[in-house]
């Protein structure tokens, strides 16, 4: 089945930009998301890309994707404190359903 | 408009014991599911539905059953629970699934299994 890859952890110091990597396995994929978990609470959307798109971008948020590399990025501009949470990668493999990858917890630092 | 209610936040089980996780949402979304979440492997999808009477298997089923009676509910039983299943457990519904259907989550339920 589809296996979508993150790395565990980013640390990244208040008002930089962070970059959270994704690799997927399904080259049918037709759309990949972008996930955040705050502590103690469920899953909330942040974005998503078609995968006939390169990128996205959406206020602080930039969305990248390689397709021919199953390579997708989310860059946060200008990371606050706030930014603090697990974002998931997910990405729709065969019957439409969800993969998430493991989650990448940022932690920034003031 | 609660969005996804899942109860209880919280539950200690013992190994054989049986329970159910109420999942209920208000936004007339067909689509449900429910995923547990273990600490570096992501969300894994254990059941969903995509409409009132359907119900399907996703990856992790086994120990769990699910059932659809109506648009807005989707509990999931464990019938002899395991200390493996011990894990943070979330519903999840959406106007339909995958695509661009976003999901919606409720707020988690925490179970130990003992």
């Known amino acids: 089945g589809e296996d979508v890859e993150q790395s565990l952890f980013l640390s990244v110091r208040e008002g930089d930009s962070s970059v959270i990597n994704c690799t997927y396995t399904?080259?049918?994929?037709?759309?990949l998301y972008w996930y955040k978990q705050e502590p103690g609470a469920g899953l909330q959307l942040l974005t998503y890309?078609?995968?006939?798109?390169d990128m996205k971008q959406d206020q602080r948020l930039t969305v990248l994707l390689n397709k021919k590399d199953k390579h997708l990025s989310l860059r946060i501009a200008d990371t606050q404190t706030g930014d603090s949470a697990i974002y998931f990668c997910?990405?729709?493999?065969?019957?439409?359903?969800?993969?998430f990858g493991g989650g990448t917890r940022l932690m920034v630092k003031p | 408009n609660a969005g996804v209610t899942q109860t209880p936040k919280f539950q200690v089980l013992k190994t054989g014991q049986s329970m159910t996780l109420q999942c209920a949402q208000d936004m007339n979304h067909e689509y449900m599911s429910w995923y547990r979440q273990d600490p570096g492997m992501g969300l894994r999808l254990i059941h969903y539905s995509v409409g009132a009477g359907i119900t399907d298997q996703g990856e992790v089923p086994n120990g769990y059953n699910v059932s659809r009676s109506t648009t807005e509910d989707f509990p999931l039983r464990l019938l002899s629970a395991a200390p493996s299943q011990t894990s943070v457990y979330f519903c999840?519904?959406?106007?339909?699934?995958?695509?661009?259907?976003?999901?919606?989550f409720g707020e988690g339920s925490r179970l130990t299994v003992l």
């Open positions: 999840a519904s959406s106007y339909q699934s995958g695509s661009t259907g976003e999901l919606f």
């Open positions: 399904d080259s049918s994929s037709t759309y």
């Open positions: 890309i078609f995968s006939n798109m």
């Open positions: 997910a990405s729709t493999g065969a019957g439409n359903m969800l993969t």
